[in-house]
């Protein structure tokens, strides 16, 4: 007698499925030759762990969910088509249908009330050259604040910097129980440091920026499950073997050291602090920026800072418009300064910073930068934004 296998069938909302996928989402990569960089990997152990997995060659990423499941299964799905079948489903609980044996045209079925959609099954067995999930064994570990990572992210999102022949991403350097994020393109540096964030915990290593945009995301998704959940955001970070890895509850991200090298940056901060700053309201001064930022059509819009006798002057040739210019006052004595930026870095720098004031040095040279940081210092909180001076004709 003949018995028809009977197909495996895993009823989940249709909101934490599409919690699981798009937080995967992140690591896929449409335009790898690879096939498996452009699927996501699916798997369910009884009796009630449920798994979404994806990578590229740099990171990987997991989501963790919890659902009544009767039997093992696992299956590599099409990305795109998983994640559109699911948006399409109406709101509640949506069936997954497996077929109990492999082959060539087997196909998952995502169903609800409506019309069922059939997903083709690329495979069933993933191999894991790059290890999704898995524990960095043997390394230096720490607890970590969501919050205060959301904020090392922010402040230095703006600088950033991709290529076309690859990602350059940020640096993260843990020492002495600090935690610094550094990022930077051929214009400007942003630098946050936290301080007594971390458990003894040391590591110095670039992060590809695909990485940094991917941990962000993860971070919102973990912060709104924590608030939902009545919990601290308190998430895991370990390090070994040129990987590093975040656990933040049900989501965890691991990546792979990024080429580039940990970018220098202390020989533009030696010896400001022997130079007395241009303080600067931070409200005036961001309003000053974005007027004239907003009066330009160019994304690349440059300004003249000139300080003398105790007033900024923002001077902007702008196209179609003319010379613009805006006073600021300077709030205490400083020396006479003077140089040319983009305004919209200027704005990055300005508005990435929590404060009533914001100090200025410059350099006597003329090809040295503009530093900028929050006025006062903090005991656990240390920002620098530094803007690469433009060589005009002038100069």
């Not at 939902?228 to 895991?236: F, L, S, T, V």
């Not at 933040?248 to 940056?265: A, H, M, N």
């Not at 004239?292 to 418009?321: F, M, R, Y």
């Amino acid at each position: 007698m003949y018995f028809e296998p009977t197909p495996n069938i895993i009823t989940i909302q249709k909101a934490d499925l599409l919690r699981l996928v798009e937080g995967c989402k992140h690591a896929v990569d449409k335009k790898s030759r690879d096939w498996t960089h452009k699927e996501m990997y699916i798997w369910a152990e009884p009796p009630k762990a449920i798994a979404v997995n994806s990578k590229d060659r740099d990171i990987a990423i997991q989501c963790n969910g919890t659902v009544k499941v009767e039997e093992s299964w696992d299956a590599v799905l099409p990305c795109d088509e998983l994640h559109k079948a699911i948006k399409a489903m109406p709101s509640g609980p949506i069936h997954l249908t497996i077929p109990p044996i492999t082959g060539n045209n087997m196909s998952v079925v995502v169903s609800s009330d409506s019309s069922p959609t059939k997903i083709p099954i690329v495979c069933q067995h993933w191999e894991n050259e790059f290890p999704i999930g898995d524990p960095v064994v043997g390394g230096e570990s720490s607890i970590i604040n969501t919050e205060l990572l959301i904020k090392l992210l922010d402040s230095t999102y703006s600088a950033v910097c991709r290529r076309d022949d690859g990602n350059v991403g940020c640096g993260f350097r843990a020492q002495d129980g600090n935690l610094l994020v550094i990022t930077h393109d051929k214009h400007r540096i942003a630098i946050a440091e936290a301080k007594d964030c971390l458990q003894p915990f040391t590591t110095t290593m670039m992060l590809p920026a695909k990485a940094f945009h991917a941990l962000r995301k993860l971070c919102d998704c973990f912060m709104a499950a924590s608030k939902k959940a009545r919990k601290a955001p308190i998430g895991d970070v370990y390090h070994a073997n040129g990987r590093i890895n975040f656990l933040l509850g049900d989501f965890e991200i691991t990546v792979k050291q990024s080429q580039y090298r940990f970018p220098t940056f202390e020989n533009y901060l030696d010896g400001i602090d022997d130079l007395p700053p241009a303080t600067l309201r931070h409200g005036s001064l961001l309003t000053a920026l974005k007027e004239i930022a907003a009066s330009s059509k160019a994304k690349d819009q440059n300004a003249l800072l000139k300080i003398e006798n105790g007033i900024l002057t923002l001077t902007a040739d702008v196209p179609g418009v003319g010379e613009i210019k805006k006073t600021i006052k300077v709030e205490f004595d400083c020396p006479k300064m003077e140089v040319t930026l983009n305004v919209s870095y200027i704005i990055d720098g300005v508005a990435a910073m929590d404060c009533d004031l914001v100090n200025w040095w410059k350099k006597p040279e003329r090809t040295d930068p503009l530093v900028m940081k929050p006025w006062g210092e903090s005991e656990d909180w240390d920002y620098s934004y530094i803007v690469m001076p433009i060589r005009t004709w002038k100069s």
